[in-house]
């Protein structure tokens, strides 16, 4: 089963904050969120983590909910080099070290 | 600076032919991991290690495998290339096995099995 669930596919205007949602009914206590992103033909590139605090950094902001069983990134004003796919991260299980389940992620396209 | 190459970054070989690619990272990090990516799958978890020494099989092992003799290098081989390893493939690298570590990835490495 599946880890984390994304929508296949978003778009966003040129500008305007991009909100991608991300549920993980599953995680752990000790389970980080973690997103990344995947521009064409790249290495994925990390983005933000966060645990249970709403994280903001140079890139992105990172809410969870309460509950931790969904979370949003948010890109505050999406510009085209965004176009991207964004994967939703939980850690595969406490005592599996550092390794990350990788789903299908969300293609958000960035429309000028 | 630090970093994590890859090579090579294309490669087309035959079926049945042992191929080896090459990961290379100068960050001194403790984790290293092979991934691979297919259309509709996303990025799937091949073999990772810890540390010197130490190997794990991921969720899709089988006809590849990974020796790690140094921190700086985790070396994929396919045994016998086969048509269904035609692939993108990526490495990537972590500090250590804390739950908070980033993994850094490299540009990937095209494999064509013919």
């Known amino acids: 089963d599946a880890k984390t669930t994304q929508p296949t596919s978003m778009d966003c205007a040129e500008g305007r904050a991009a909100n991608l949602p991300c549920n993980h009914s599953?995680?752990?206590?000790?389970?980080?969120v973690y997103w990344y992103r995947q521009i064409h033909s790249q290495g994925p590139q990390y983005i933000i983590h966060?645990?249970?605090n709403n994280e903001t950094n140079e890139m992105a902001s990172l809410i969870i909910t309460e509950d931790r069983k969904s979370s949003t990134l948010i890109l505050p004003h999406a510009t085209l080099r965004d176009t991207a796919v964004y994967y939703c991260?939980?850690?595969?299980?406490?005592?599996?070290?550092?390794?990350?389940?990788f789903g299908t992620g969300t293609s958000l396209t960035v429309i000028p | 600076d630090a970093e994590i190459t890859q090579s090579p970054r294309h490669k087309i070989t035959e079926t049945g032919r042992q191929v080896t690619l090459a990961c290379h990272q100068t960050?001194?990090?403790?984790?290293m991991f092979w991934y691979r990516q297919d259309l509709g799958h996303g990025l799937r978890l091949i073999h990772y290690?810890?540390?010197?020494?130490?190997?794990n099989k991921g969720e899709v092992s089988d006809g590849y495998s990974v020796s790690r003799s140094n921190t700086e290098d985790l070396p994929l081989t396919l045994e016998s290339a086969a048509s269904s390893q035609t692939s993108v493939y990526f490495c990537?690298?972590?500090?250590?096995?804390?739950?908070?570590?980033?993994?850094?990835f490299g540009p990937g490495t095209r494999l064509t099995v013919l």
């Open positions: 966060g645990l249970k």
């Open positions: 960050w001194n990090h403790n984790n």
């Open positions: 599953t995680i752990s206590g000790n389970e980080y």
């Open positions: 991260i939980v850690r595969v299980g406490p005592n599996t070290g550092n390794q990350f389940y």
């Open positions: 990537a690298s972590s500090l250590d096995s804390s739950s908070y570590n980033e993994q850094f």
């Open positions: 290690s810890y540390g010197v020494q130490d190997t």
